[in-house]
């Protein structure tokens, strides 16, 4: 079974992020695996483990994307694909989707497992947008993938700690639920196999995609801060049930 897996670079969650125009400055932050994605690794490393086969990585960004191209080879990864582009944090899902789909068009896979939507921006788009350009059928939110007869068996996340369990056929692009599984480290065997393993650069120019944005991003900003008191009125059952109002949709505390 030959997987291929999307994986993003993103900021640091500790980096002291500053704004540069409509992007962040950085130069002066750290950089590491999108989330959501490496649990999507982690499922296709499982999958290989007991199905047999090749999990290629494939990624898009400038030349640091390739430190966190060789941790998911030191993981177990098999081989890579790193699509350069200086200018990739510019790209809107569908964009994405479009230099993704060029680059999986010229591999044959099985299934394409993305993460459910990056720490950075969060749209939570590219993978669906992947499905539809590739053709192929596509769910989202997956917390678990049983493969029977040539066909996946999935469970996915709802609203309300409720589950829906779908049959998929193969080929497929999947976007996978964090929490999923139990994410592995990269042991020093793997960090020095993975020395040794492929990492194919294609520039994006050479797959013939043509981006024309279909959203950009206005401004960034620090959201300003305020402070508001209100005075609930009432009953004390009436302020009990306005108090819980406000704690459930306007805090969103419980």
């Not at 941790?71 to 944090?89: C, N, T, W, Y």
């Not at 520039?203 to 900003?221: A, H, M, W």
């Not at 049930?241 to 419980?254: G, Q, S």
Request: charged share 25%.
């Amino acid at each position: 079974m030959n997987i291929i897996v999307c994986i993003k670079q993103v900021p640091a969650k500790d980096a002291p992020l500053s704004i540069a125009g409509n992007w962040i400055r950085e130069s002066d932050i750290g950089f590491e695996m999108n989330e959501p994605d490496s649990y999507a690794l982690e499922e296709a490393l499982r999958l290989k483990e007991k199905h047999g086969g090749e999990v290629i990585v494939l990624s898009l960004g400038p030349e640091r994307v390739k430190q966190t191209i060789k941790e998911a080879l030191a993981k177990g990864a098999d081989r890579a694909i790193h699509v350069a582009d200086d200018q990739f944090a510019q790209l809107d899902p569908l964009g994405a989707a479009k230099v993704l789909a060029a680059a999986i068009g010229k591999e044959k896979c099985d299934l394409v497992l993305t993460g459910l939507q990056s720490d950075d921006h969060g749209f939570g788009q590219t993978g669906v947008l992947l499905a539809g350009l590739l053709n192929l059928p596509h769910a989202t939110i997956i917390m678990q993938i049983e493969l029977r007869d040539g066909k996946m068996k999935l469970k996915r996340e709802l609203e309300a700690g409720w589950f829906q369990y779908i049959e998929c056929p193969l080929p497929a692009v999947l976007s996978i639920q964090s929490g999923i599984n139990k994410v592995r480290y990269a042991t020093l065997k793997g960090i020095m196999a993975a020395k040794k393993k492929e990492i194919a650069t294609i520039n994006r120019e050479s797959l013939g995609v043509t981006l024309e944005p279909t959203q950009r991003i206005e401004r960034i900003y620090v959201p300003s801060k305020t402070k508001k008191t209100e005075f609930l009125t009432g009953t004390p059952k009436e302020m009990a049930a306005k108090l819980v109002e406000k704690l459930k949709f306007d805090a969103r505390v419980i």
